[in-house]
Every structure is written in C-alpha cells, then in structure tokens.
C-alpha cells in the first residue's frame, strides 16, 4: 500500500474515494487523528490513480461530471465481458496456473494412472516420516482431490480468495501463502491421520484467514468478507469435527490452514502500518 493523500476536508476525501472506486482503482481511506489518509492498495495503480487525483483537484465537478456521462458515451460501443473473461480478470498467473495444474492432476486421477500419481504426490511414503529427501511432497497434496465436489468447491475458492489475494498483493505473496500455508496443513494432517489425504482445503482456508484479518474492519479492502461469508467458513470447518458431513474432512489441515493464514493475515497487516510509519 502507497499513501496519496492527506487531508482534513472529510466531503472532499468522500468524493474524491467514490471517484477514484468508479475509475476502477483499488484504494481504501484511514484515519490519523484529526487527518484522513488515502492510500492506495495495490502498488501498480499508484501513477495512474495520482493523475485522477490531480485531475480531480483541478476541477472536482467537472471531474464527477465526466465520469457520470462517460458510460452514456461508451454505451453504443461497450460489450459486456463473457464470463471466461470476468473470471480471467478476477485471477492472477499464479491462480490461474495452480488451477489449471489441480484440475489436470484431478484428470489423472481418473485414469489408470491414479495409482502412480497419487504415490508421486501424496506427502509421504510412510505413515510419520517427512519427505525430506523430496521436499517438492511437502505442497503437492494441495494437488489431490478425489472426487468432483471436492475439486469444484478447493478450485472455486481459490479463485475466489487467491485472485483477490494475488491482484492486490501480487504473485510473490500469494506464492508465499500458497507454500506457507499449504506445508504447514499438510504436515499437521500427516502426524494426524498418515499421508492418505490430499486436496487445498488447507490452503483455503488459509487464504480465509488472511482475508479476516486484513479485510477487517475495511470494507473497501478488496478482501473484506461479509459476515455471511465469514460464517459459512466457520460453520463448515466446525461440522467436520462432527459425523454430520457425507465426506471425509482433513479437520487438522482445515484447522492449522487457519491458524497459519492468521499468521500471515497479522504479518501483512503490521507490514502495511510499517510502511505508513515510513511513509513521508
């Protein structure tokens, strides 16, 4: 995150937000004691979003009033994105790549070489010792999914949290979580059940854990959840420790994903008040 502006004019900052949020760029408003601060979420946007600001401050009415008409003028000419293409928007190359690389695992699982796959990724070959010869075991359970639901539920949530994660924060960081949160799932479900598991349940939930905290309280923050949302996650990881589900539930890689994406929700969180901090 980048801070654009500061200022104690509470109207100007609420129109400049709304029209800075119309234009498409990701930026969140917080409070320093009597100032407002505008800081804009994702780093990429920062050159483009302080020429609309400039404009804006050059003639604010003018400036909402180009903006109103615009979808007017581009209405003959505008086409609405198919849905491949909204879905393309909403990802990454990291979310895009890993999800082509579980749905082709997920193919081969439904083939004659089920039985080779799954013992070239499952985590271990045993039932407690950690892969340390082959470390590439350590993440590729997050590959395994045995059966359609569970395939369609990982891969839809991680479009859905992982895109958001990586078009804010970016690839790098969404590498990280993706590995952080995955090893630690995994091996915790290792000690707990041996190494017949598999899937990115974990690494879900995880990714759930980073968007509770650094969408907290931000409801302009491209990771905000609604409570809803937030419940069902909840709700879903507290049945699996009941016999109510139809499925098989990895509850220890469902349980240490969360506790470890909280990890790194807190780390992102303090890293965005340090920059602040240094911020001039």
Known sequence: MQKL????????????HHYLQQRGIPVTVSEKGNQLELWVVQS???????????????????????????PRRAAPTTHTPSLPQQLLR?????TISFAVLVTLVFISLNTQLAESVFAALRI?????????????RFITPTLLHFSV??????VFWWWYLGGRFERTYGSTYLLIA???????????????SGPYFGGLSGVIYGLFGIAAVVGWQRPSHPLFLPNGLMIFMLVWLALGYTDLLWVNVANTAHLT??????LVGVSLRMLEHANRKSAP
């Open 5 to 16: 502006l500061v200022t104690q004019n509470a109207e100007m900052m609420r129109r400049l």
């Open 44 to 70: 990429s946007y920062t050159a483009l979003a302080k020429d609309l600001i400039n404009e804006f401050k050059a003639d604010p009415d003018g400036a909402e009033a180009e903006l109103q008409s615009a």
């Open 90 to 94: 909403q990802a990454g190359l990291v």
């Open 124 to 136: 271990s070959p045993t039932f407690n010792d950690l892969p340390w010869t082959q470390p590439w």
């Open 149 to 154: 639901l569970h395939f369609l539920f990982n």
């Open 178 to 192: 993706l590995v952080f949160c995955g090893v630690i799932s995994n091996v915790a479900q290792l000690y707990d």
């Open 257 to 262: 994903g969360l506790i470890s994406g909280l």
